[in-house]
């Protein structure tokens, strides 16, 4: 637990030390931060998707070292969708991240909330556990992307 | 400190885990993992040095939360590393990596020493430590670069 929480303490003080715009000198490295960031959390999600969908064994050790990496990774993005990062590389972000930002914070802080319990599940050695928890952190992922990542 | 040792020991075992080539199902994946995972302390290491070089006011929570962050993410690279990812997408590493897997490993592991000083200078709230670290963990990164990236 304290892994993550610290990076999520880490993060959050980050993001209220400037500007998330300021933190990156051109757009394109703000979308790819962000972009390289979920990359990275999708991958151990991955993992864990797996290891609930019975596509491979459950293991406990590996299924509790890749929810903290996932709910450690969940911080990161959001500090790369700062203003005027909507256009500038390759991206798939809606406009509506930056013309409801109220909502999409929400779905940012929900992610945050879902990974920390999958984190916590991750690390019970319960397969059930994780499946439920996998799922709501999924439905959560899908939820965010329906609504703010064109396809 | 617990945080990246708490990641540091979720990357080692999960590396232990399986065949590092097993962990991905293209070559591609593999490579983007590593990229992602790279650009992301990338990211961080550079705000690190941007207040080493002056070119930002050092701020000390700025400091401990970026190298907290570093030390974190350079556990992860090296699973993306694993036989046959040599080729299959867009990447700059060299036929060494995979030809003298004990040297690149000798630096990979470097690398993981010397972001653990880094991110314990950056825990210091002293600018000259962090410089020290900071330099300590740039000639890591450029000696494995000269040696195993391409141009």
């Known amino acids: 637990m304290k892994a993550f929480a610290c990076i999520a ?3 959050t003080l980050l993001a209220l030390a400037a500007p998330a715009s300021a933190q990156f000198a051109k757009p394109e ?3 790819k931060y962000r972009q390289s960031a979920l990359s990275v959390m999708g991958t151990h999600f991955g993992r864990l998707g797996a290891m609930a969908n019975g596509r491979v064994p459950f293991d406990a050790k590996v299924a509790a070292d890749n929810g903290e990496i996932v709910a450690a990774m969940a911080k990161l993005p959001w500090a790369g969708f700062g ?3 909507d256009k500038g590389g ?3 972000a809606k406009p509506e991240i930056w013309t409801e930002q109220a909502k999409f914070k929400e779905h ?3 992610l945050q ?3 920390t319990k999958l984190a916590a599940a991750s690390k019970t050695g319960s397969l059930d556990s994780l499946k439920t928890a996998f799922a709501a952190t999924a439905d959560t992922c899908k939820a ?3 609504a703010f990542r064109n396809k």
Chains 1, 2 share one sequence.
């Open 9 to 11: 303490a880490a993060a």
């Open 29 to 31: 490295d703000a979308i």
């Open 83 to 85: 203003a005027g990062t």
């Open 90 to 92: 390759n991206t798939k």
């Open 108 to 110: 940012s802080d929900k």
């Open 113 to 115: 909330v879902e990974t």
């Open 144 to 146: 965010c992307h329906d």
